[in-house]
């Protein structure tokens, strides 16, 4: 009987490890594509301010 509580004791921490194995991977899916969203918004600013200055530049250089 010893034997069988224990046996039960440990498929319910696989169960509950297996669940919190699941809710972290949702959780982590999530953060990880908004991060992509994050990083393609930043590189997609930079290339506009990086226009503006090639702009400038050469309005610049046109007037000299």
Same mark, same amino acid.
């Not at 699941?22 to 908004?34: C, D, G, N, S, Y």
């Not at 600013?45 to 007037?63: H, P």
């Given at each position: 009987?010893?034997?069988? +509580?224990? +046996?039960?004791? #440990? /498929? %319910?921490?696989?169960?509950?490890? !297996? =669940? *919190? !194995? &699941?809710? @972290? =991977?949702?959780?982590?899916?999530?953060? #990880? /594509?908004? $991060?992509? *969203?994050? $990083? %393609? $918004?930043?590189?997609?600013? %930079?290339? +506009?301010?990086?226009?503006? @200055?090639? =702009?400038? @530049? #050469? &309005?610049?250089?046109? #007037?000299?």
């Amino acid at each position: 009987e010893e034997a069988e +509580e224990e +046996e039960e004791q #440990a /498929r %319910k921490k696989e169960s509950a490890v !297996d =669940r *919190e !194995d &699941v809710a @972290l =991977r949702e959780m982590t899916i999530p953060t #990880a /594509r908004e $991060a992509q *969203e994050l $990083a %393609k $918004a930043k590189a997609t600013e %930079k290339e +506009e301010q990086l226009c503006k @200055l090639s =702009r400038a @530049l #050469a &309005v610049l250089a046109s #007037a000299s």
